[in-house]
């Protein structure tokens, strides 16, 4: 199973590693530094257990580079990067191979399937954690289930792909409702990610902190409302306690929405607090909580030059 797997952040870099062993797997990137570094000296992964370990995968960061076809293309970008992540594996992606995306956020897997078609697109999420270090270093910081969603028609292509994850140490399962799988996933970075962006503090903090807690659980509830309006069968029958422990398991991380605005980079709030915003618009639910956390970070960002150190 040839695998290119576009974005080398964190995740990609994790997926990378953890695959070469067994599928040949590239990865791109359009940081050059970073390929240079992979390239040079391999992918260099520090596991849970402080072991390291080098990755075969070597970089690209042109898709003329590639000079194949990949049978599993693995998204890990961030949500800004999808149109363009799309359009590159629409070039690369064999006649009957399957674009995947692990990415956060709502909107990803519709950009996909304009971009490839809905037969060979589909969506997964994971409770995987991973640091980027610096160029050509990750550091393995948390392992979580990944499961992934088997579209009309795609049981056989997904059972392959999580057969290919299993067999590298990612414990993976599939299911059919995609909507539901994406939306658990959406509810806990509800919770989780603005507020600790905001309040620049570990994921752990918000459980601990009541103030936190009930911001946080105004956020999920809001959000909950909204898939119920939308018909979307969420899995979790209490969506705030799997969201405290999520807190809880990944206490000493910091949420990806607090690494982008420490590093000065857009946050994902838009795919995130915003599409639960605009979701709670087209099914008459008010969302004041997500509005608010949505206008904040969208403050927080426009305000990063103005700031009194
Ligand atoms: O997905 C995450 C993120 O940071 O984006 C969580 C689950 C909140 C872990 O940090």
Known sequence: METLIIGAGAMGGLFATLLAPVVPTRLFTTNAEHAEAINLAGLSLTGMDGRVRRSAANALTDPRQYGRCADLIIICTKARSTSQAASIASQLLAKDGLVLTLQNGLGN???????VGTARAAAGITAQAATLLGPGQVRHAGSGPTVLAAGPGQAKKIDAVVAVFNQAGIPTSVTKDGEALLWSKLIINVGINALTALLRVPNGTLAQISECEIIMAQAVAEAVT??????????????????????????????????????????????????????????????????MLTQLIKALEATSAHRIP
């Open 109 to 115: 897997l519709e950009l996909i399937q304009a971009a």
């Open 226 to 291: 909204v898939a119920t309006a939308m018909g979307v069968r969420l899995p979790d029958e209490a969506p705030l306690n799997g969201v405290r422990q999520i807190c809880e398991v990944t206490s000493s991380n910091q949420s990806s929405m607090l690494q982008d605005i420490l590093k000065g980079r857009p946050s994902e709030i838009d795919v995130i607090n915003g599409a639960v915003v605009r979701k709670g618009a087209e099914n008459g639910v008010p969302t004041p909580v997500n509005q």
